[in-house]
């Protein structure tokens, strides 16, 4: 290639960074006017974030997308303009299960792009109590792994909390060792989430056998301590390897190479219909002989798809069972809205935990 060409390649390409710019200043010029608009309608009561209107506007993302940039990425640079202009408008607070470098917080930055003020908890159930207080806006939580099943303590506190799930997140998992120095041989432990050891079960058992495994509150934590001590490394995220400045072990060891993590937002807003939306149900049952089909019978017959069930004890009675289930569709959907009166009429107790856009579509 000529240098005359090149120099009006990039000419090109300069000219088309200034009118991008100029575009994503009228874009933030209108976003602003959406607030006061918002404000002068209600007040402080004025809701600036829109779950749906955004998957909406990313669903056309991907839709009109040509290449040769991915839909991933273009959804992903979408989502970052929106999250800087969301923050004209009023930015947010988002609890998550910490401390920095954990996925969590890679799940809740996939999800609301990166202009919003992230708060690291050390426990979920502080996630849930940050957000009952209005100290953070919403809560990213684990709920659960495609190969390790349910974090049951997610699970459990949907019984008692009045928080509401508005959307989901899923998130490939990468895991990869890491210690001071990156030498596999002079590796004595490795520390991690239960979780994160589970799933690399076998790569571990392979090239660390006999190695002492500790389990720790986040693998955020293992890299934490890993920075501290030579002989300690983490199974940790590509993210607390630079934060923590630790030097890669080895790569991609998780045994599952399709290893995905699925975590739920959850707050106090009701999310309006997208078109494609998941709903999420805590249903009681006592225990009796076919409980279990009564309440699955009227999902069927008003032609609901469910895509989810799990089961968790109630903690009322000894073998009285709750049951935490996804279906298909919005709950002011006719068919899910009639599925659901019928199910009330069945179950010992039906809530609905949230409708919200899906994340799968």
Known sequence: MSDSKLREL????DTLDEQIQQLLTRRAEYAAQVAEVKRAQDGEQAVFYRPEREANVLRRVAERNQGPLSDAVMVRLFREIMSACLALEQPLAIAYLGPEGTYTQE????HFGHA??????????????????????FGVVPVENSTEGAVNHTLDMFIRSP?????????????????????????KAVYAHQQALAQCREWLDANLPGVKRVAVSSNAEAARLAAQEPGIAAIASDAAAGMYQLDLVAGNIEDDP???????????????????????????????????????????????????IESRPSRAAKWDYVFFVDVE?????ENVAAALKELGTVASMLKVLGSYPDCER
Do not use: W, Y
Not at 107 to 110: C, D, F, I, M, W
């Open 10 to 13: 990039r000419k090109s390409i």
């Open 107 to 110: 799940a809740a930055l996939k």
């Open 116 to 137: 919003v003020e992230l708060r690291a908890m050390v426990a979920i159930d502080e996630i849930f109590r940050e957000v009952e207080a209005g100290s953070a806006d």
């Open 163 to 187: 928080l509401k799930i508005c959307g989901d997140v899923e998130l490939r998992i990468h895991h990869q060792l890491l210690s001071q120095g990156g030498d596999l041989d002079a590796v």
């Open 258 to 308: 399709n290893n995905t993590t699925r975590f739920l937002v959850i707050g106090n807003q009701d999310i309006g219909p997208s078109g494609h939306d998941k709903t999420s149900l805590l249903v009681a049952v006592h225990n009796q002989a076919g409980a279990l089909f009564r309440l699955l019978e009227p999902v069927s017959r008003h032609g609901v798809s469910m895509t989810r």
């Open 329 to 333: 569709g919005h709950a002011r959907d």
